[in-house]
């Protein structure tokens, strides 16, 4: 699996981008970055994902550089309810790996703290 | 939709005791996940299920068993509870193996 770096904590103010990096610079070609955030006690849940285009959807806008060796998770207008555990995850497709499923890696993640 | 539901929220063991962690999701999804997270930790899955009748091993499935009788039920049980198994639960489910994951609100288990 390829693996993700990822800063261990990040601060940001309430009402401003919050833009969280990612390496992963052994990522294959047909595998996903995805991203998931997990707040305090909660489950995780689902973000982003994209494989060479920028993805936006509602949530977050997801920046993919051209080598596909690092990517970026913007939050456009960061709130208090964003502080969360934020994880960029590196998915190996179905039938790589010897999975039948879309493996999910979970690493260490970024704590993001939003503050007033 | 309530989306995974996971019971209990919280429950204490005692060593050997045996227990089952009960997990539904009302999304008539075909794949269902266990994860459990150590304090501090990421994630990592026990097992996982791509349809009812099938379920296989994940990373750490030692301890534990499950069964999926129908789409929307995935019980996981926990034969002769111990200390390391002390951690936080997590169900989850998708749509199919390419979409992304729905996860629950969590299982507390302290063995004791």
């Known amino acids: 699996d390829a693996k993700t770096t990822q800063p261990t904590s990040m601060d940001c103010a309430e009402g401003r981008a919050a833009n969280l990096p990612c390496n992963h610079s052994t990522i294959s070609g047909n595998e996903y970055v995805y991203w998931y955030r997990q707040i305090h006690s909660q489950g995780p849940q689902y973000i982003i994902h994209g494989l060479k285009n920028n993805e936006t959807n509602e949530m977050a806008s997801l920046i993919i550089t051209e080598d596909r060796k690092s990517s970026t998770l913007i939050l456009p207008h960061a709130t208090l309810r964003d502080t969360a555990v934020y994880y960029c995850?590196?998915?190996?497709?179905?039938?790589?790996?010897?999975?039948?499923?879309?493996?999910?890696?979970f690493g260490q993640g970024t704590i993001l703290t939003v503050h007033p | 939709n309530a989306g995974v539901t996971q019971t209990p929220k919280f429950r204490i063991l005692k060593i050997g005791q045996s227990m089952t962690l009960q997990c539904t999701q009302d999304?008539?999804?075909?794949?269902m996940y266990w994860y459990r997270q150590d304090p501090g930790m990421g994630l990592k899955l026990i097992y996982y299920?791509?349809?009812?009748?099938?379920?296989d091993k994940g990373e750490v499935p030692n301890g534990y068993n499950v069964s999926r009788s129908t789409t929307e039920d995935f019980p996981l049980r926990l034969e002769l509870a111990a200390p390391s198994q002390t951690s936080v639960y997590f169900c989850?489910?998708?749509?199919?193996?390419?979409?992304?994951?729905?996860f629950g609100p969590g299982t507390r288990l302290t063995v004791t």
């Open positions: 995850i590196v998915r190996v497709p179905p039938g790589a790996g010897g999975t039948s499923y879309g493996k999910l890696t």
């Open positions: 299920s791509v349809g009812a009748g099938i379920t």
């Open positions: 999304m008539n999804h075909n794949y």
């Open positions: 989850a489910s998708s749509y199919n193996r390419d979409y992304e994951q729905y």
